[in-house]
């Protein structure tokens, strides 16, 4: 699958470039049009002081009407572009799926106990093994 690449980080509510022994992921999320005049891109508050976007504000906005969405109203209807090489069968592909993180379980290796973390879940389209995209912790 060919996907289109982000020229810039301005184009993305989410970009993310990993390399681990599961292999290699690039995944983003572009940022849509605004649903009710369709002429600027739906982001974040900007600060006024700074004129940079306010990291957690819980809506996004319109620049050009002014039109409001619920954060996580919004994050949900938006796909991710995700590239991958997978680390078991070597095969370089392209997916695209909703963005919804699911919790999965997971095992932290500090503590040894199981610990629930948000990720992006998706097959290697060759040997179907499962890679995650995980949401950073701290």
Same mark, same amino acid.
């Given at each position: =699958?060919?996907?289109?690449?982000?020229?810039?980080?301005?184009?993305?509510? *989410?970009?993310?470039? !990993?390399? &681990?022994?599961?292999?290699?992921?690039?995944?983003?999320?572009?940022?849509?049009?605004?649903?009710?005049?369709?002429?600027?891109?739906?982001?974040?508050?900007? &600060?006024?002081?700074?004129?940079?976007?306010?990291? !957690?504000?819980?809506?996004?906005?319109?620049?050009?009407?002014? *039109?409001?969405?619920?954060?996580?109203? *919004?994050?949900?209807?938006?796909?991710?572009?995700?590239? *991958?090489?997978?680390?078991?069968?070597?095969?370089?592909?392209?997916?695209? =799926?909703?963005?919804?993180?699911?919790?999965?379980?997971?095992?932290?290796?500090?503590?040894?106990?199981?610990?629930?973390?948000?990720?992006?879940?998706?097959?290697?389209?060759?040997?179907?093994?499962? =890679?995650?995209?995980?949401?950073? =912790?701290?």
């Amino acid at each position: =699958m060919i996907l289109q690449e982000p020229n810039s980080m301005n184009e993305c509510v *989410y970009f993310t470039n !990993r390399n &681990d022994n599961n292999g290699k992921v690039k995944a983003w999320v572009f940022k849509e049009k605004c649903p009710k005049c369709g002429k600027c891109l739906m982001g974040k508050p900007k &600060d006024e002081k700074t004129g940079r976007a306010k990291i !957690r504000a819980t809506e996004y906005i319109c620049e050009e009407c002014g *039109y409001k969405v619920p954060k996580q109203e *919004y994050e949900d209807s938006l796909t991710i572009n995700i590239k *991958y090489t997978c680390g078991k069968c070597n095969n370089s592909d392209g997916i695209s =799926m909703p963005f919804k993180r699911k919790k999965v379980q997971r095992i932290d290796e500090e503590t040894g106990k199981k610990k629930a973390i948000e990720t992006i879940r998706f097959e290697c389209g060759k040997c179907g093994e499962l =890679m995650d995209v995980t949401k950073k =912790m701290k």
